[in-house]
């Protein structure tokens, strides 16, 4: 059922504004990385974890319709990508959706859920290439699930094991609250936050928004 809620309120901290907005990045400079436990745990979750319980795991795939056992969370065994290797491992404690649209028909993705908003996102990422027929999407969100950006990957890697690329986003003030992604087996690994504190003519968002519906999967994670 789509939900509802009251008009945005916007607070200024300062009389010059500047304008919010999300950079996609390859790496987050100064960034934190939340470890995540060595569960080997398959379902959808949800699971929290980090330090004071800060972040929690969660995923459409929960084995029940499909695909595997549901997605891994905190998996330290072998996975594969097809052309763009296999991740053996040794990087450590990883989630993968454990799902692509190519055998399913199914569409599903992650979230990761933050107690506090952070002000930038991302990790070491690795997804199946090969045949897809929906992109492979990582996108974060505000508070009231309205999209602040997304971005689809479409890198190659050269087919060793371990191999990937880091991929996330910056936002100039801490305004993102879910981090998910989406399809073709995609995995992260080393998921990393930053929450610098904003610099002055920044301005913060206070409120709540028309809650805007997350615009894939075949169900919506429960908020």
Do not use: H
Not at 42 to 69: H, K
Not at 154 to 176: C, K, M, N, Q
């Amino acid at each position: 059922m789509k939900k509802y809620l009251a008009a945005l309120v916007f607070v200024l901290i300062s009389l010059l504004a500047v304008q919010a907005g999300a950079s996609v990045v390859t790496s987050i400079p100064g960034g934190t990385v939340i470890p995540m436990p060595a569960l080997n745990y398959f379902g959808g979750g949800p699971i929290t974890f980090g330090p004071s319980n800060s972040v929690t795991w969660g995923s459409t795939n929960d084995g029940v319709l499909c695909c595997q056992g549901g997605s891994a969370f905190g998996y330290t065994g072998g996975y594969g990508f097809g052309s763009n290797g296999n991740w053996t491992g040794a990087l450590g404690p990883m989630a993968g959706l454990n799902d692509a649209y190519v055998f399913y028909a199914t569409n599903d993705f992650m979230t990761f859920t933050f107690a506090n908003p952070v002000s930038a996102v991302g990790g070491f990422l690795n997804y199946y290439p090969d045949g897809i027929t929906t992109p492979t999407t990582i996108a974060v969100y505000d508070t009231n699930l309205n999209l602040i950006e997304s971005y689809d990957l479409t890198f190659v890697t050269d087919g060793s094991d371990d191999s990937g690329a880091f991929y996330g986003f910056l936002e100039s003030s801490p305004t993102i609250k879910y981090f998910t992604l989406f399809d073709n087996y995609v995995a992260i690994v080393n998921l990393t936050t930053s929450t610098p504190i904003p610099e002055p003519g920044s301005f913060l968002l206070i409120g709540t928004g028309l809650l805007s519906a997350i615009g894939y999967g075949r169900k919506r994670l429960g908020l």
